[in-house]
C-alpha cells in the first residue's frame, strides 16, 4: 500500500521538478501539469491517417423517439465510425476492427476513452450476434419507396411478434452502391443489437434491405454516396485505455529506472 501510495507521489514530483526547470517562453509551449500526468494514462489512437470515404445515413424511430444516424468506412481498411444522432456531433464512436473495442472520441480535445465490454453490451455495440433469423417475402403486403427505391415486405416472426424487413432487388442498384449498401448496412445492422431481429437476420443474396419495422420500431436508410473530406489522425487523439492507471504507469517508469541502472552497473 506504502508503495502505490509512493509512486504516483514520487511520478508528480519528478514532473514538477522537470516543470520548473524550463524557462518561461519554453513552459508556454507546455501541457498544463494535470495533462501532462493524464496524458500518462493515454495512448495514441493509432498511427497514421485514416480516410473514410463512404457513408450511409439512416433513421430510427423507437417509441415515439426519432434520431438520425451516420456511419462512415471504407473499402481501404476495417475501422469504422458512426454518429448515433448527427444533430449531437461531439463524440464519435470508433471500431478499428470488428472483433476490437469499440471507443468514444472527443474531436474538440482530440481526446477519448475506450468503452468496458459491460457498457459496450448495454449500448448495443456489441458484434457477436450470429444471423439466424430468415424473412419470407409477403407479396399481400403492398409495396413500399424507400430512398428512392421500390421495397418489397418479407416477414419473421421473433418473440411472438411480427417483424418487416424492407427489401429492393440487389439487381436494381449499380454495382458501386450495391458493394457500399451491403457492407455499410450489416455494420448499422451489427449497432442495433439490442434491437434483435435486426443483428439476427439472414438477408438473402438477392436483396438490399432499406428499412425495418418492429412494434414501435422503424429503421430507414435515407442516403449513402461518398465523402473524400472525412478523416482521422490516429497519432492526435489520445485514448484513455481501460485498466491503466497511473499507479501502473508509475511502477513501470520506476522498474524502467531501476532495470537501466543495473544495466549501467553492469557495463
Not at 469499440?102 to 459496450?120: A, D, H
Not at 430512398?147 to 417483424?163: G, I, R, T, Y
Request: glycine share 4%.
Amino acid at each position: 500500500m506504502k508503495l502505490l501510495l509512493f509512486i504516483p507521489c514520487f511520478l508528480i514530483f519528478f514532473l514538477s521538478s522537470f516543470a520548473q526547470d524550463s524557462t518561461v517562453t519554453s513552459s508556454k509551449f507546455m501541457p498544463s501539469m494535470a495533462e501532462e500526468i493524464a496524458n500518462l494514462t493515454r495512448r495514441p489512437l493509432g498511427e497514421g491517417t485514416l480516410n473514410f470515404e463512404r457513408f450511409i445515413m439512416y433513421t430510427v424511430e423507437d417509441h415515439g423517439k426519432s434520431r438520425a444516424g451516420k456511419i462512415y468506412f471504407s473499402n481501404e481498411h476495417e475501422a469504422v465510425v458512426w454518429l448515433e444522432d448527427i444533430n449531437r456531433d461531439e463524440n464519435l464512436f470508433f471500431r478499428a476492427t470488428p472483433g476490437s473495442s469499440t471507443i468514444t472520441i472527443t474531436p474538440s480535445i482530440k481526446q477519448g476513452s475506450e468503452l468496458s465490454p459491460e457498457l459496450i453490451k448495454a449500448l448495443g455495440y456489441a458484434d457477436d450476434i450470429e444471423p439466424s433469423e430468415t424473412y419470407i417475402t409477403d407479396k399481400e403486403i403492398p409495396v413500399d419507396t424507400i430512398a428512392n427505391s421500390e421495397c418489397q415486405a418479407a416477414v419473421a416472426l421473433l418473440d411472438e411478434l411480427k417483424q418487416t424487413m424492407w427489401v429492393a432487388l440487389k439487381k436494381s442498384f449499380k454495382k458501386a452502391d450495391r458493394q457500399m449498401l451491403e457492407r455499410g448496412i450489416r455494420l448499422i445492422f451489427n449497432n442495433q443489437t439490442r434491437s434483435t431481429f435486426l443483428s439476427s437476420a439472414i438477408v438473402n443474396d438477392s436483396w438490399i434491405p432499406l428499412g425495418f419495422n418492429c412494434d414501435s420500431y422503424q429503421l430507414r436508410i435515407i442516403n449513402w454516396g461518398t465523402d473524400g473530406e472525412f478523416k482521422i489522425e490516429q497519432e492526435d487523439l489520445m485514448i484513455k485505455i481501460l485498466g491503466l492507471d497511473l499507479n501502473q504507469v508509475a511502477k513501470k517508469y520506476i522498474d524502467d529506472l531501476n532495470k537501466e541502472e543495473r544495466l549501467q552497473k553492469e557495463d
